[in-house]
């Protein structure tokens, strides 16, 4: 059942972003959105046996051909691309074909920029399996691979032709990755919909257990907000940036530990906390709304401090990230819930604080 359907514009490319539940198999959903008569499903070996049937069947008048990678952050690489273009000029496959990525943010960004690169881009389609991806990954356009030196580090903005997000895949997703798809949902309440944080505050329990009505919903919004945002700053010269809220800090810990550690939604829960206690260092967020960030926070189940043994290494680790900008350090904080900003000047002793060394809302 379709729920809602959400158009996103992105400069001159505009498409839709389907939600709801049993889509997988509506031809009526995805078969407009295959140029040719040929396409590639990518997936993975987990993800790819599970769903690739229901697409098959969705697309029986297409030659579907499948290219299926292991599982996993770490074959999220330009080898596996070069793999997967491979895969296309052995099966003649010509700019007709149609990428279709089946599965998380791994999935979804190798597929992506295979696709930007395959004989200077082809069309894709996004059906993403995880709620971070869903939420997230799938929506706005930006495809990248890691390389040794750092994460997403080769990469294009390039959008797909739709989105599917089918929110009975969610059924088979490990409840730890589900937990860490609530992070993105709760940060877009944060950073743009005071009204929305409310709703989630009020809803997190039927999200923890997967009422469809209610994740749909909740999908719906973030896509909405997501995509509210893009079409502004596609490229994200300015207020894109804004969906990084508790990414620096995020991304600091998740390089501290070792990717893979904490996901990537884990990490994302503490930044948020982080920023949070950071915005009421700089008095520009009242306590009181720090502190309900960070009790929804930890109402999902999501950690709400770095861990003490990687503190000393976060604020070294943030300047790395690739968010930062050639003038220094920027960070996205928080103004009221529903309203975030760009921060470029922080004081050093309030950063300090905030990682855990001092005694604010993250330390309490
Ligand atoms: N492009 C963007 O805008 C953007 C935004 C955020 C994150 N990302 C990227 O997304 C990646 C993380 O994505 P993720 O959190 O989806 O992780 P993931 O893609 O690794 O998926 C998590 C795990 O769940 C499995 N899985 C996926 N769907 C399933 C399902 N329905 N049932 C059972 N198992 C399933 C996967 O095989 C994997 O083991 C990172 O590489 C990150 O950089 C990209």
């Known amino acids: 059942m379709l729920y809602a359907t959400i158009s996103l514009t992105a400069g001159e490319h505009q498409y839709p972003i389907h939600v709801g539940s049993d889509l997988l198999s509506d031809p009526a959903l995805i078969t407009p959105h295959?140029?040719?008569?040929?396409?590639?499903?990518?997936?993975?070996?987990?993800?790819?046996?599970?769903?690739?049937?229901?697409?098959?069947?969705?697309?029986?008048?297409v030659e579907l051909d499948e290219y299926f990678l292991p599982d996993g952050e770490a074959f999220k690489t330009l080898d596996r691309v070069t793999d997967a273009v491979e895969h296309l000029i052995r099966g003649e496959h010509t700019r007709d074909t149609t990428i279709i990525a089946l599965g998380g943010g791994v999935v979804g960004d190798t597929a992506g920029f295979t696709a930007a690169v395959y004989q200077r881009g082809v069309p894709f389609v996004q059906i993403p399996t995880t709620l971070l991806?869903?939420?997230?990954?799938?929506?706005?356009?930006?495809?990248?691979?890691?390389?040794?030196?750092?994460?997403?580090?080769?990469?294009?903005?390039?959008?797909?032709q739709a989105v599917l997000i089918d929110t009975d895949t969610l059924k088979?997703?490990?409840?730890?990755?589900?937990?860490?798809?609530?992070?993105?949902?709760?940060?877009?309440?944060?950073?743009?919909?005071?009204?929305?944080?409310?709703?989630?505050?009020?809803?997190?329990?039927?999200?923890?257990?997967?009422?469809?009505?209610?994740?749909?919903?909740?999908?719906?919004?973030?896509?909405?907000?997501?995509?509210?945002?893009?079409a502004d700053d596609e490229k994200e010269k300015g207020r894109r940036a804004?969906?990084?809220?508790?990414?620096?800090?995020?991304?600091?810990?998740?390089?501290?530990?070792?990717?893979g550690e904490w996901l990537h939604g884990e990490a994302v829960g503490a930044g948020l906390v982080m920023a949070a206690d950071l915005s009421m260092r700089m008095g520009m967020l009242a306590p009181a709304d720090a502190v309900r960030i960070k009790r929804l926070v930890t109402r999902a189940g999501l950690p709400v401090m770095p861990p003490e043994g990687v503190r000393g290494q976060l604020r070294e680790l943030m300047s790395r990230d690739k968010k930062a900008s050639d003038a220094g350090l920027r960070l996205i904080l928080v103004r009221r819930i529903g309203e975030a900003e760009v921060v470029e000047s922080v004081p050093e002793a309030l950063i300090a604080d905030t990682i855990g060394i001092g005694e604010g809302l993250c330390a309490a």
């Not at 040719?36 to 098959?56: H, K, M």
């Not at 809803?203 to 973030?222: G, K, T, W, Y």
């Open 133 to 160: 991806a869903q939420v997230d990954a799938s929506v706005g356009g930006k495809t990248a691979v890691n390389h040794a030196l750092g994460k997403n580090m080769i990469g294009a903005f390039y959008q797909p």
């Open 172 to 230: 088979s997703l490990p409840e730890r990755e589900r937990i860490a798809g609530v992070a993105e949902v709760i940060k877009h309440g944060v950073l743009a919909d005071s009204g929305y944080f409310e709703w989630i505050e009020a809803h997190l329990d039927e999200i923890l257990a997967q009422d469809p009505a209610v994740m749909s919903h909740a999908i719906a919004r973030s896509c909405e907000i997501k995509s509210e945002v893009v």
């Open 34 to 61: 295959i140029q040719g008569r040929r396409a590639l499903l990518i997936s993975n070996e987990t993800v790819g046996p599970l769903f690739a049937p229901s697409i098959r069947r969705a697309l029986e008048d």
């Open 242 to 259: 804004l969906l990084n809220l508790g990414h620096t800090f995020g991304h600091a810990i998740e390089s501290a530990l070792g990717y």
